[in-house]
């Protein structure tokens, strides 16, 4: 069992920067792999990007390629999602999700967090 918990949300203007942690208890966080999803409203929950076990390899959505960056530090059980030039449709719930294979889909992750909104002003 892994409990993870988003924080770091809130309202910026278009252009502007945020960093979302989501911070892990539990099993051992580096034997599992973390996602970042997101949903605005009306909308299906979709994949941001995601991180290694160790941190080594991360892949992108094509929408925040080269605007987000994630991160993590085991040895404080954290993932971080850096979002530079953020846009108003970059305006969601963001959502941390832990799972022990790599994976880009909803269904590939066995533990979420409650979610962080994000809200880009334009």
């Known amino acids: 069992q892994v409990q993870l918990v988003e924080s770091g949300g809130g309202l910026v203007q278009a252009g502007g920067s945020l960093r979302l942690s989501c911070a892990a208890s539990?099993?051992?966080?580096?034997?599992?792999?973390v996602g970042w999803f997101r949903q605005a409203p009306g909308k299906e929950r979709e994949f941001v990007g995601r991180?290694?076990?160790?941190?080594?390899?991360?892949f992108y959505a094509n929408s925040v390629k080269g605007r987000f960056t994630i991160s993590r530090d085991n040895a404080k059980n954290t993932v971080y999602l850096q979002m530079n030039s953020l846009k108003p449709g970059d305006t969601a719930v963001y959502y941390c999700?832990?799972?022990?294979?790599?994976?880009?889909?909803?269904?590939?992750?066995?533990?979420w967090g409650q979610g962080t909104q994000v809200t880009v002003s334009s």
């Open positions: 999700a832990a799972s022990r294979v790599l994976s880009t889909v909803v269904g590939g992750y066995n533990y």
């Open positions: 539990g099993n051992t966080f580096s034997n599992y792999a």
């Open positions: 991180i290694s076990r160790s941190g080594s390899s991360t």
